[in-house]
């Protein structure tokens, strides 16, 4: 464990009992490593994300991060060590009463001391990274979704994070803001030997900059390996995942009790 | 039967056991409050920034309507006063009626539907859009940091507006009553004086708002906090901050009442 950033062992969640959204998930993220969790939506990524975070606490099992085990560390103890975590949301969660320099300058004035001049030189360098130096007056309902994104990563690694997590950074982007996105998670990555851990279901984009993937359904972890093993799997469900068909071993359908020709009203033996 | 009846037991008692939980939330919210106080404090900036929004932004509103209700005790007040020839005391009854009960009652209902709605509204916003997860992940507690200092601003703002609401409501009796009815000035200010007692009138009035700025901050900032991150969990939890407070104004204005007078 001790090489290890991250590591979930026999990880199970479930938000209400009745459905297991992780079962028996176990993760080891090496230090300096870019790793990739796929799955279709409602594969449990993001909730194994808010288990890293320690938002929530596994139902068995245990998560480890930084050598610390989440489930008998105290709130307080969670909240520091989210100091040495950055994370990236979806839609970038911007503060939206804040302008873009109060929102990159966030957490550097609420962890730090350091005076107003140096933390406007700091601003200016993240935002400069990723390539929004000049907005640091614009508010946030100004800025486009890739911009917006843009500075939510400036304002994730605004205290250099040891540990980054990606939410879907993909989402939403168009073509040439995706490609900024990807190459920027990349370059901060290598910048800060950061260890990132990319959430995604975007194939095409994520293999170019990860070094492992592992890939999620239904809860549990159906492959891993390196890009390119993952890209060549004959697993039936990877190889769907991967090409995208709408046939195969997952089901687009919800999976329900209900009959639904009893539900019509509808015979068969007749 | 035995099904039906314990399902009809479950109907009864699930709204009482809902009512039990909602109010150990708001206790533990407030304990959570009270604990991060002296962290808030540190960041005045943010305590005046609320003072802004739900104090200062509410001025106008207070005060047209401490007007216009000083306007109406004043010409109620005359017309039932002058059927037992007791005019000259009509100072009395506008102030007293302000000071005891309209002004606190009247101020953090208003105060509720301007300030609290909005404090409720936005943070539900900030829930749903996954703002107070970002401040959580980046090691930063909502509650200190978003929650306190609105409280705080808050409770320094109701027992402000309810001295403005009743200022403007003794200026708005005396207008109708002097400057249009022509009651003697004099008589309306000295009897004013005569009658009103600075402990049991004015202080007790006071306190009586500050409870209720609590009352209506706390079940903003819960209604908010615990808003359901939709459109509609928001729109839900900005109603029920409105008509929650408003409830609990009028029952504990007659506990406060009960106990003080």
Known sequence: ?270 | MNEKIINFTRQLGHPFAEFILTLGSIIRLLIDIILNLPFALKNIFLIIKGIHFCGVKSIVIIAVSGWFVGMVLGLQGYNTLNRFGSISVLGSVVALTLLRELGPVLTAILFAARAGSGITAELGLMKATEQLDAMSVMAVNPIRRLIVPKFIAGIISVPLLTALFIVAGILGGYFVGVIILHLDSGTFWSQMRDSVNLHDDVYNGLFKSFIFGISVTLISVYQGFMAKPTAEGVSVATTKTVVVSALTVLALDYVLTALMF
């Open chain 1, 1 to 270: 464990m001790q090489n290890f950033v991250v590591s979930l062992k026999n990880v199970s969640f479930s938000y209400d009992d009745t459905r297991m959204i992780l079962k028996n998930i176990s993760i080891n993220i090496p230090k300096g490593k870019r790793i990739a969790i796929m799955g279709g939506s409602g594969s449990g990524k993001t909730t194994l994300l808010r288990l890293i975070t320690g938002q929530c606490q596994p139902q068995t099992g245990t998560v480890h991060v930084f050598n610390q085990n989440l489930s008998r560390l105290p709130n307080r103890k969670i909240l520091n060590l989210r100091k040495r975590i950055g994370v990236l949301f979806q839609f970038g969660a911007l503060f939206t009463d804040m302008s873009v320099y109060e929102n990159v300058a966030f957490s550097i004035k609420e962890h730090t001391n350091l005076p107003e001049s140096i933390i406007q030189k700091i601003v200016a360098m993240k935002l400069k990274a990723v390539g929004l130096f000049g907005t640091q007056d614009m508010a946030t309902n100004e800025l486009s979704g890739g911009m917006a994104r843009r500075v939510a990563l400036a304002r994730a690694t605004a205290l250099d994070p040891e540990l980054m997590l990606y939410d879907e950074p993909f989402t939403g982007l168009d073509p040439i803001s995706l490609n900024v996105i990807s190459m920027l998670i990349k370059k901060l990555n290598d910048a800060l030997e950061q260890t990132s851990i990319i959430i995604t279901h975007d194939f095409a984009t994520t293999l170019k900059i990860v070094d492992y993937v592992y890939v999620m359904a239904n809860g549990e972890i159906i492959a891993f390996g390196t890009p390119l093993a993952v890209l060549n799997s004959q697993e039936p469900a990877v190889k769907q995942f991967v090409k995208g068909e709408v046939t195969g071993p997952f089901n687009y359908e919800f999976q329900t009790k209900m009959s639904y020709n009893a539900y019509l009203g509808i015979d068969h033996n007749e």
